[in-house]
């Protein structure tokens, strides 16, 4: 929801008020754009000294809009699982066995980040194809 909420105010922001409702071969078309740029994007997370997760972006996708959905959508999906992530990582077991029980995690937090890339996609698209 926090993923969602960051992502339309981000693609409003700089957005004139839309005169119409924009149609879905519009929406496809500002789609279509957003997904050329969606994968330069790099860049992962990480716990700041204070404790809260913060993104670090390696590569920026050229679009501030796709770079704050990508971030958030990280955030907000790996901020839940943030615990039990360190305490795997301040865990005794061998490294081995410490990044299978990251991966493990990694992998049931991709359907999150999946649907918050998917939603925030359209979000973006509908906001620029009313502009």
Do not use: N
């Not at 913060?54 to 615990?83: F, N």
Request: hydrophobic share 40%; proline share 3%; aromatic share 4%.
């Amino acid at each position: 929801m926090i993923i969602a909420a960051l992502t339309l105010l981000l693609a409003q922001s700089g957005a004139p008020e839309a005169t119409s409702t924009p149609t879905e071969e519009d929406v496809a078309r500002e789609t279509a754009v957003i997904d050329e740029v969606f994968d330069e994007w790099q860049g992962g997370i990480y716990k700041k000294e204070d404790g809260k997760l913060t993104c670090r972006m390696k590569q920026s996708s050229g679009d501030q809009a796709v770079d704050l959905l990508r971030c958030g959508a990280m955030i907000g999906c790996y901020a839940p699982r943030a615990e039990e992530l360190d305490t795997i990582a301040a865990s005794d077991v061998s490294v081995e066995d410490r990044k299978a029980q990251m991966q493990e995690v990694m992998d049931e937090v991709q359907p999150c980040i999946e649907k918050a890339h998917r939603e925030g996609r359209r979000r973006i698209a509908i906001v620029r194809a009313a502009e």
